[in-house]
């Protein structure tokens, strides 16, 4: 259950490293949102998470502290967890207040042709860049056959690998390995 009085944490997951022969592992990437204590439940999400476990302490430029806030960098270290539970692309959250979802509904546009912008159409195969999230994906265009570069559509994007998603969440897209659009997450399934 989130914490009404407190703004739910949210630190994507950029780098993890095990510690003290698998004991320990840290969690390295930029806070978002909200505070993380030591003490803290905290919950993975995404990719192949799910886990929760607590924060047994946070470093901020190789110095330990108490807590840190929106828009720190830090490491999390977790207790009992082993490094291969964990993974570039997951986020650390508090338990609850955000999940994973491999489909989702979104708005795109597309790069000009000069930027890498290509034809899109239904079916297409993209890379997905969602937080530190690289996924592969199948995009469903909606109302239209194609979608010219530098225009938009309204589209249905599911991913090989469920991802930590909000409505309002902006990614972006690689066609054909070339930076290709971006978009924002406009539905998610109930």
């Known amino acids: 259950m989130v914490n009404a009085a407190r703004k739910p944490f949210l630190m994507s997951v950029e780098d993890v490293f095990g510690l003290q022969q698998g004991r320990l592992v840290m969690l390295a990437g930029r806070i978002e949102r909200g505070r993380v204590r030591k003490g803290d439940e905290v919950e993975i999400v995404g990719l192949r998470g799910g886990a929760i476990a607590r924060v047994t302490g946070i ?15 830090v490491g999390v270290l977790l207790g009992g967890m082993a490094a291969d539970a964990v993974e570039r692309g997951q986020v650390l959250a508090t338990p609850g207040s955000i999940s994973a979802h491999a489909c989702f509904g979104a708005d795109i ?12 159409v239904s079916g297409d195969r993209l890379r997905f860049h969602i937080r530190s999230a690289a996924v592969w994906g199948t995009v469903t265009l909606h109302g239209v056959e194609a979608v010219r ?3 938009g559509a309204e589209v249905t994007v599911t991913l090989d690998e469920p991802v930590a998603l909000e409505e309002g969440q902006p990614f972006a897209f690689r066609h054909c390995g070339r930076a290709a659009g971006s978009g924002t997450v406009t539905r998610l399934p109930r």
């Open 109 to 120: 546009s597309l790069l000009s042709e000069e930027q890498g912008g290509a034809d899109l």
């Open 59 to 73: 470093e901020a430029s190789h110095v330990r502290i108490d807590g840190a806030g929106a828009g720190m960098n």
């Open 149 to 151: 570069p530098f225009h």
